[in-house]
Every structure is written in structure tokens, then in C-alpha cells.
């Protein structure tokens, strides 16, 4: 079973950082591109970012873009999300995702930020 | 970058219903495009891809159709399970971008 755990959001404050990770389970990890996808309260559903397989390549939303980068460790199955200067703006739902078009979602990880 | 605008942004139907949702872009996407069906406290489900493939257990009452700038998302005979929110995507280029959202409720 395909499994995508987030874990490590919270409450921030403005200017400060925090970094996500997902844990991947029940496919091989290394054969996916995957991705970050955000929703902000009562708001639709944003892409933040992608990622090739081994990594080499990534892509970002241009509200993100300089801010945030997104990574990947195929030995332990996990991605991750640096999110740097975060602002009030990215308080949002974090989600992981496999590939795109996503085919399996997180359940998500709230990230909340203020003062 | 690419603008997805989806309409309506609010649909009322009842169960047996047939209903249409539009997602156009604002240049030739080609058939990358993707429906999403949200549902409060469930993961959510990826619906159709590449336009008009429905994605394995997807019920044959979905289709979609469309390539280059215009896309529709057809739902035939509604049950209740089906009124939820409704997203499109682009993945043709980067960034990625998704239509505003279809809330469809029960009239």
C-alpha cells in the first residue's frame, strides 16, 4: 500500500524557516518524481514544487521560487521542503505528492505562520 | 505561465443529474491536463489525466474531453458520493498550475 507521511509543520514566525519531510512507503521511492502541493485556508490547491528522480532537476511555483527547496533522500524513501523568509502567505496545508499528475496524496501537515 | 480558469466556481445539482465543468487555459496545454475530486477528510483522488483517460477505479459515470485550450469534465447520472469540490491541472509546463475549483453541492 502506498503510504506518504508529512511530518514537521507548526506554527512560525515571520522570516523564520522550518523544513517538511514526507515518508515514502509501499513503492519504490526512486522511481517517481514527486512533488510538494499546498492549500491555504478555505483556498484551492497551489503547486509548490517538484522533483526528478534522482534529483537532479527541480521545479518551482513562482511564489516559492529563491524561497524554498525541495529534495530528496532515495535511500531513506523521503522528501523534503526547506521553506526559508516564510511569510504569512505560506501558512497553508502541505502536501506531498507522488508524481504529476498525482496519483497518491499525503494527508497533509499544517504550517501556520505568524507573529 | 499558464492560466487555468475553471467555471463554474459553484454548481447545485441533484442526484440523477448530469453536470459539466470547464477548465480552459490560457494557451495549448496539448492533453496534459488532470481532474481531482476533494472530499473533507479523504486524501484526494486523482480522477482523469492526460485529458480523458479515466484513472484505474475512476466509475465510467466520469469523462473528460479536450485538448489544447479547452477541456470539460462531464459527471453523468450523480450519486451523493460525487458532490465535492472538482480541480483541474495543467502539467504540460512548468510551474504547474490548477483551476480555482468547482464546489459541487446537492440542490
Known amino acids: 500500500e502506498v503510504q506518504l507521511v508529512e511530518s514537521g509543520g507548526g506554527l512560525v514566525q515571520p522570516g523564520r524557516s522550518m523544513k517538511l519531510s514526507c515518508a515514502a512507503s509501499g513503492f519504490t521511492f526512486s522511481d517517481y518524481y514527486m512533488a510538494w502541493v499546498r492549500q491555504a485556508p478555505k483556498k484551492g490547491l497551489e503547486w509548490v514544487a517538484s522533483i526528478s528522480y534522482e534529483g537532479s532537476s527541480t521545479y518551482y511555483g513562482d511564489s516559492v521560487k529563491g524561497r524554498f527547496t525541495i529534495s530528496r533522500d532515495n535511500a531513506k524513501s523521503t522528501l523534503y521542503l526547506q521553506m526559508n523568509s516564510l511569510r504569512s502567505e505560506d501558512t497553508a496545508t502541505y502536501y506531498c505528492?507522488?508524481?504529476?499528475?498525482?496519483?497518491?496524496w499525503g494527508q497533509g501537515v499544517m504550517v501556520t505562520v505568524s507573529s | 505561465d499558464v492560466q487555468m480558469t475553471q467555471s463554474p466556481s459553484y454548481l447545485a445539482a441533484s442526484p440523477g443529474e448530469s453536470v459539466s465543468i470547464s477548465c480552459k487555459a490560457s494557451k495549448s496545454i496539448s492533453n496534459n491536463l488532470a481532474w481531482y475530486q476533494e472530499k473533507p477528510g479523504k486524501a484526494n483522488k486523482l480522477l482523469i489525466h492526460?485529458?480523458?483517460t479515466l484513472q484505474s477505479g475512476t466509475p465510467s459515470r466520469f469523462s473528460g474531453s479536450g485538448s489544447g485550450t479547452d477541456f470539460t469534465l462531464t459527471i453523468r447520472s450523480l450519486e451523493f458520493e460525487d458532490f465535492a469540490v472538482y480541480y483541474c491541472q495543467q502539467y504540460n509546463e512548468y510551474p504547474l498550475t490548477f483551476g480555482s475549483g468547482t464546489k459541487l453541492e446537492i440542490k
Open positions: 505528492a507522488r508524481r504529476v499528475p498525482v496519483d497518491y
Open positions: 492526460s485529458g480523458s
